[in-house]
């Protein structure tokens, strides 16, 4: 199902993953806990990101539909399970935005 898609797997790098290039960090644990989604926030500072920067989420799972709408929006995605509650997921940025014109 997910073939087609920019994932990957926790034990394979993408070359292009390099932690000097994370311009953000975002801990969504606590938000989802209280109920909420980060979705609109990601989605927000994703866009103002500029391409070949990295932003990285901070999820207690693999927040799965999110991944597959910021990917829809010129991103790739690695996921790195760091433990059975603590998943952090990179988005490289690698496409301009459409010109609304």
Do not use: C
């Amino acid at each position: 199902m997910y073939k087609n898609m920019s994932i990957n797997n926790v034990q394979e790098r993408p070359l292009w993953f390099n932690a000097v290039s994370i311009s953000e960090t975002m801990d969504a644990r606590e938000m989802l806990k209280s109920g909420q989604h980060p979705l609109a926030e990601v989605i927000r500072r994703t866009t103002e990101m500029q391409v070949g920067k990295i932003f990285e989420l901070i999820t207690p799972f693999m927040p799965m539909p999110l991944i597959e709408k910021v990917i829809a929006n010129g991103f790739s995605a690695y996921v790195q399970n760091v433990t059975d509650s603590e998943v952090h997921t990179f988005f490289l940025k690698v496409l301009k935005e459409k010109n609304p014109n």
